[in-house]
């Protein structure tokens, strides 16, 4: 029998043991840890789909007040925000304008004119004078004539054409006397041309006044100041405050899905919130450039205030506004919030906390207002959903509440 070295079972123990322990940790530190999550409840309840966009408030109907004929214009004094009571406020006074200032040449011609006219109107009276003249001799001659035709001394037609040489006279007279008229006012004509503005800029004629034509506000003056003016040229413009509308513009995607008499709510113009109602989806869409430079096709939306007499004040024309008005509503709708969705091979899924564990939960959902979806199929009332699944998040991987 053979004699050898003893065999030390103890040293196999112990490497035995440090090995376990080393596998052990191994598998503790590889094993997968729990998840944190926020999670969600799907429930059933009331939901509604907004078109979101920004307006501004107007005034429903703006009188534009323009000046009736050319004139100067008298400084006006009322101002933006005063109250007008329908024709007895003056708004605005145009005289007539100043006549326009000569140039040493136009001024002699019409100094040349003028003195014409005034010779023209010597010949015109002398004319006046020689046939009154010859009226005179003729009357005379007549009177002779019919007392020679009582003593048969001339003949009847003789008579005769005594009276018709007064009647001619007579009717010479009257033609010189219309022309003298005439060449008066031509040479009234030509004095005017001469006319030059006074000192006080006032020439002693009547002045048009403008006066409101509606109770209601100046909304703004767009011509305050004195000045020369054509017809036509706007001054300013008139509303009536209380009767206030919104305009606001909306992609015609979004506006096909309006309907007139839809529930509005507008807000964040600096104040309480305050309801609306459509009443007209305009027609006509036009292009707009959007603040990234990109053209939309883009259509109006006209509010109206469901309670015109209660609004504040403090609302006036031209306020910016934001609104969202309603294009569908349902009571009993089961909705999930849409930070739990995500997209799966083209459709929409979410990661249900199913005791403890996820699991992928494919989902066919309706409308979508930006907060919640409407499910269709694929969740219960009642489940847990992941909000903000993140990419550590698969199918039966181990979940855990987020401490809040």
């Given at each position: 029998m053979a004699h050898g070295r003893p065999v030390s079972f103890g040293r196999y123990i112990f490497w035995g043991v440090i090995s376990a322990l080393v596998a052990a940790f191994l598998a503790w530190a590889f094993v997968p840890s729990a998840v944190p999550v926020d999670v969600s409840s799907v429930?059933?309840?009331?939901?509604?789909?907004?078109?979101?966009?920004?307006?501004?408030?107007?005034?429903?109907?703006?009188?534009?007040?323009?000046?009736?004929?050319?004139?100067?214009?008298m400084r006006i004094e009322?101002?933006?925000?005063?109250?007008?009571?329908?024709?007895?406020?003056?708004?605005?006074?145009?005289?007539?304008?100043?006549?326009?200032?000569?140039?040493?040449?136009t001024r002699a011609e019409a100094e040349a004119t003028a003195q014409a006219a005034e010779e023209t109107l010597a010949l015109a009276s002398a004319d006046v004078e020689r046939a009154r003249a010859e009226l005179g001799f003729a009357r005379a001659e007549l009177y002779r004539?019919?007392?020679?035709?009582?003593?048969?001394?001339?003949?009847?037609?003789?008579?005769?054409?005594?009276?018709?040489?007064?009647?001619?006279?007579a009717a010479e007279v009257k033609s010189a006397e219309a022309t003298r008229k005439v060449r008066e006012h031509e040479l009234q004509t030509a004095r005017a041309r001469l006319l030059t503005p006074t000192a006080d800029g006032t020439d002693g004629q009547c002045c048009v006044?403008?006066?409101?034509?509606?109770?209601?506000?100046?909304?703004?003056?767009?011509?305050?100041?004195?000045g020369v003016v054509s017809a036509g040229e706007a001054l300013m413009e008139l509303g009536d405050p209380r009767h206030l509308e919104v305009v606001v513009d909306v992609l015609t995607s979004d506006a096909a899905?309006?309907?007139?008499?839809?529930?509005?709510?507008?807000?964040?113009?600096g104040g309480a919130a305050l309801n609306g109602v459509v009443r007209r989806v305009e027609p006509f869409g036009y292009t707009k450039i959007s603040v990234l430079g990109i053209e939309?096709?883009?259509?109006?939306?006209?509010?109206?205030?469901?309670?015109?007499?209660?609004?504040?004040?403090?609302?006036?024309?031209?306020?910016?506004?934001?609104?969202?008005?309603?294009?569908?509503?349902?009571?009993?709708?089961?909705?999930a919030p849409m930070s739990a969705l995500f997209r799966v091979e083209g459709g929409w899924g979410v990661y249900v906390m199913d005791e403890?564990?996820?699991?992928?939960a494919r989902l066919e959902v309706g409308h979508m207002n930006?907060?919640?979806?409407?499910?269709?199929?694929?969740?219960?009332?009642?489940?847990?959903?992941?909000?903000h699944p993140s990419d550590r998040i698969a199918d039966q991987v181990s979940l855990t509440r987020r401490e809040k």
């Amino acid at each position: 029998m053979a004699h050898g070295r003893p065999v030390s079972f103890g040293r196999y123990i112990f490497w035995g043991v440090i090995s376990a322990l080393v596998a052990a940790f191994l598998a503790w530190a590889f094993v997968p840890s729990a998840v944190p999550v926020d999670v969600s409840s799907v429930e059933v309840g009331p939901m509604t789909v907004r078109v979101e966009g920004e307006g501004q408030t107007r005034v429903k109907d703006i009188y534009a007040i323009s000046a009736p004929v050319g004139g100067r214009l008298m400084r006006i004094e009322t101002e933006a925000g005063d109250r007008v009571v329908a024709g007895q406020t003056r708004l605005a006074v145009i005289e007539p304008a100043d006549p326009t200032i000569l140039d040493s040449r136009t001024r002699a011609e019409a100094e040349a004119t003028a003195q014409a006219a005034e010779e023209t109107l010597a010949l015109a009276s002398a004319d006046v004078e020689r046939a009154r003249a010859e009226l005179g001799f003729a009357r005379a001659e007549l009177y002779r004539a019919r007392k020679l035709s009582q003593n048969g001394t001339i003949s009847k037609r003789a008579l005769d054409m005594a009276e018709l040489e007064v009647a001619t006279r007579a009717a010479e007279v009257k033609s010189a006397e219309a022309t003298r008229k005439v060449r008066e006012h031509e040479l009234q004509t030509a004095r005017a041309r001469l006319l030059t503005p006074t000192a006080d800029g006032t020439d002693g004629q009547c002045c048009v006044a403008i006066t409101a034509p509606i109770d209601g506000q100046v909304l703004r003056v767009l011509h305050e100041s004195a000045g020369v003016v054509s017809a036509g040229e706007a001054l300013m413009e008139l509303g009536d405050p209380r009767h206030l509308e919104v305009v606001v513009d909306v992609l015609t995607s979004d506006a096909a899905r309006i309907r007139e008499g839809a529930a509005v709510a507008i807000e964040n113009w600096g104040g309480a919130a305050l309801n609306g109602v459509v009443r007209r989806v305009e027609p006509f869409g036009y292009t707009k450039i959007s603040v990234l430079g990109i053209e939309e096709q883009r259509i109006d939306v006209i509010i109206d205030f469901t309670d015109p007499a209660s609004l504040p004040a403090s609302l006036g024309h031209g306020f910016r506004v934001e609104v969202g008005i309603e294009a569908w509503r349902g009571d009993s709708i089961l909705k999930a919030p849409m930070s739990a969705l995500f997209r799966v091979e083209g459709g929409w899924g979410v990661y249900v906390m199913d005791e403890g564990k996820a699991r992928l939960a494919r989902l066919e959902v309706g409308h979508m207002n930006g907060r919640e979806a409407q499910v269709l199929s694929g969740l219960r009332s009642g489940d847990e959903v992941v909000l903000h699944p993140s990419d550590r998040i698969a199918d039966q991987v181990s979940l855990t509440r987020r401490e809040k």
